[in-house]
């Protein structure tokens, strides 16, 4: 990688960091023994024939050791916490088997593939009723990213996610195989979920922390771990990094001001590095980044920190030199040339606490809000119209497409924003253009991704259709769920 500029920028707007909330509950340093970093395990197949892979995903309930002492009740997709990592190849046909252990319904969203609406992407109209499965299959057609899967039902997602259900994907393809980037997991490739969380006597209380413009936890962890360390047996590590908190905003740094370069973004592999040494990731977005620990020695200590808090420790170890560079050019993309004669398509987000609407309203089940035809590129301008107190940052994410930031305010998109991505954080007052495409169809949300917005109905629902292949798409309400009437 040719000489390049290193930014040391977090980019955003520092007036509306979630700090500046007047419930924001500031992260403290858990005064608690180091252990760890817990590497998610790689869910295996229960069957491979040919081309065809076979998955069983449970959630279910169990407990975990987090604090010293009692163990915490949590959720977990085969797993007590979080979940096994699900490693999917580009061009496979997925045959998943959902099953759901927990005492209420739930549902599986795949954030970030783009498989069809409403029901294989685990959104609302997909409910699993406890003791229940349901069957779903897609065959991929994506580029390598990092995803991750997290449950849907509204209006429980923000709880639900709370007490501990989600789990990283980590696609692959034939591209980004051939880069030169560390991929052993879980030895020089690792998934790092960021997440808060409250503790009462060692327990999760949703309800008493609940905040309706998100809800905040005082301690940190990753992957689960609170304190953890990951030993560094190699002079490149990948950190495919998740913020997969209800609320919190991650302004990530490293103790020593290390640099790192970002390659990759929610959708994929970016265009080219970018090198940083400040990182901020709102609700739902994802980073992959690559740190060069070659300027360190063995006993030394990084610690990956969000503002003034530690998150984790880098403790490096004995490493083989390795002086592979990257190249100024990564991946291709695609050129997406606005279809002629469309309209920009308008979209609002709009206020704080209970008052949060998208584009004036509250969700609706069974109301769809717009249609895009499947392969047409339609610019979208996204508005944080910012108007109550000093304003919010609205993590703004569509599901079944990725698009590419044009602009902010008409403005350059920051550096690091150059590739697909499915969320993107929109500033108070600000309105940021999108690209978007989609290329599978059915009925899609796009919402807020702090999840207690969504949860209290800034959603709307999108139709991707194709003209020459009408569908219908069949939606439930509330009450269907509720009632378990009108099944999907
Ligand atoms: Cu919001």
């Given at each position: 990688m040719?000489?390049?500029?290193?930014?040391?920028?977090?980019?955003?707007?520092?007036?509306?960091?979630?700090?500046?909330?007047?419930?924001?509950?500031?992260?403290?340093?858990?005064?608690?023994?180091?252990?760890?970093?817990?590497?998610p395990s790689v869910l295996k197949p229960d069957k491979v024939d040919g081309n065809d892979v076979w998955y069983t995903i449970r959630a279910q309930a169990g407990e975990t050791q987090i604090l010293p002492g009692a163990k915490t009740k949590t959720w977990g997709y085969n797993a007590s916490l979080l979940g096994q990592t699900v490693v999917l190849k580009d061009g496979i046909h997925y045959h998943v088997h959902i099953v759901n252990e927990l005492p209420e319904v739930t549902t599986l969203h795949w954030h970030g593939l783009n498989v069809p609406g409403p029901v294989t992407d685990g959104g609302p109209h997909a409910p699993?009723?406890?003791?229940?499965?349901?069957?779903?299959?897609?065959?991929?057609?994506?580029?390598?990213?990092?995803?991750?899967i997290h449950p849907h039902p509204c209006p429980n997602t923000a709880r639900q996610v709370w007490n501990g259900l989600a789990a990283a994907v980590v696609v692959t393809d034939d591209v980004e195989s051939k880069l030169p980037f560390p991929r052993n997991y879980?030895?020089?490739?690792?998934?790092?979920?960021?997440?808060?969380r409250s503790y009462h006597d060692n327990q999760l209380d949703y309800d008493a922390d609940y905040d309706v413009d998100g809800t905040l936890g005082d301690t940190p962890l990753v992957n689960g771990t609170v304190n953890g360390v990951f030993k560094v047996t190699t002079q490149?590590?990948?950190?495919?990094i998740l913020n997969g908190a209800d609320r919190r905003e991650y302004r990530l740094h490293f103790s020593d001001d290390h640099e790192f370069t970002q390659v990759g973004s929610d959708g994929g592999i970016?265009?080219?590095?970018?090198?940083?040494?400040?990182?901020m990731l709102t609700c739902a977005e994802r980073a992959e980044v690559i740190v060069d620990f070659g300027d360190h020695k063995p006993g030394d200590r990084v610690q990956l920190m969000s503002d003034d808090v530690p998150l984790m420790t880098f403790e490096i170890g004995k490493f083989e030199p390795d002086s592979t560079q990257l190249p100024d050019h990564l991946v291709d993309l695609a050129d997406w040339e606005p279809t002629p004669g469309l309209p920009v398509e308008k979209t609002v987000m709009s206020g704080m606490d209970d008052e949060v609407r998208l584009d004036g309203k509250l969700f609706d089940m069974q109301r769809i809000d717009r249609k895009q035809k499947l392969g047409d590129v339609v610019d979208w301008d996204v508005t944080n119209t910012n108007d109550m107190g000093s304003g919010m940052i609205h993590p703004f994410h569509m599901h079944g497409c990725h698009f590419l930031v044009l602009s902010r305010n008409g403005k350059a998109p920051y550096p690091n924003e150059h590739g697909y991505k499915d969320v993107v954080g929109v500033n108070a007052g600000e309105t940021v253009r999108i690209r978007v495409m989609f290329d599978v169809p059915g009925v899609f949300m796009y919402h807020c991704h702090i999840l207690e917005h969504e949860d209290t109905g800034m959603m709307a629902q999108i139709e991707a259709y194709d003209p020459d292949h009408p569908q219908t798409f069949h939606l439930l309400s509330m009450d269907d769920v509720n009632n378990r009437t009108n099944q999907n």
């Open positions: 040719s000489e390049q500029k290193v930014y040391n920028d977090y980019f955003y707007d520092e007036p509306v960091y979630d700090l500046h909330d007047g419930g924001y509950v500031p992260l403290k340093v858990p005064d608690v023994p180091e252990k760890p970093l817990t590497i699993i009723y406890p003791g229940e499965s349901r069957d779903i299959d897609f065959i991929l057609n994506q580029p390598a990213q990092t995803d991750w879980g030895v020089d490739d690792i998934p790092v979920i960021l997440q808060d490149r590590v990948r950190l495919r970016l265009p080219a590095p970018v090198k940083l040494t400040k990182l």
